[in-house]
C-alpha cells in the first residue's frame, strides 16, 4: 500500500494522542 509507513504511523499516533488527551 504504502512504505512512508513511518510517518503514517506518527501521524495516527498523534491523532489517537489528541482523541485521549480531549
Known amino acids: ?3 512512508s509507513c ?3 504511523d506518527i ?3 498523534t ?3 489528541f482523541e ?3
Do not use: A, T
Open 15 to 17: 491523532l489517537r494522542f
Open 1 to 3: 500500500m504504502n512504505d
Open 11 to 13: 501521524y495516527h499516533k
Open 6 to 8: 513511518g510517518d503514517d
Open 20 to 22: 485521549y488527551i480531549e
